[in-house]
């Protein structure tokens, strides 16, 4: 897992877990949070794998604290997908 590096701006973020309850409770504890703007989630509709936030580079740095400490979510940086690689 890529360390998440606290800097100032924002950026986009996958939350997952093999747990759909756990993701579906963060997402709902997320709701509370200004701080977290869900985008979208991916997976069932009833029981989503990851779900994708903007946040603050510091936040979700914070998150990857919290979430080691857990081991029941995990947090990493949305890089864009390309068909060819890095071209």
């Given at each position: 897992m890529t360390s998440?590096?606290?800097q100032p701006g924002h950026g986009r973020y996958l939350v997952s877990s093999m747990d759909s309850g756990k993701l579906s409770q963060f997402i709902a504890?997320?709701?509370q949070d200004a701080e977290l703007q869900l985008l979208e989630t991916i997976g069932p509709g009833d029981s989503p794998h990851t779900a994708v936030f903007d946040m603050a580079h510091d936040k979700a740095a914070s998150l990857q604290q919290r979430f080691k400490t857990s081991g029941e979510l995990s947090i990493e940086p949305d890089q864009p997908l390309s068909?060819?690689?890095n071209s």
């Open positions: 998440i590096q606290s504890e997320a709701q068909l060819f690689g």
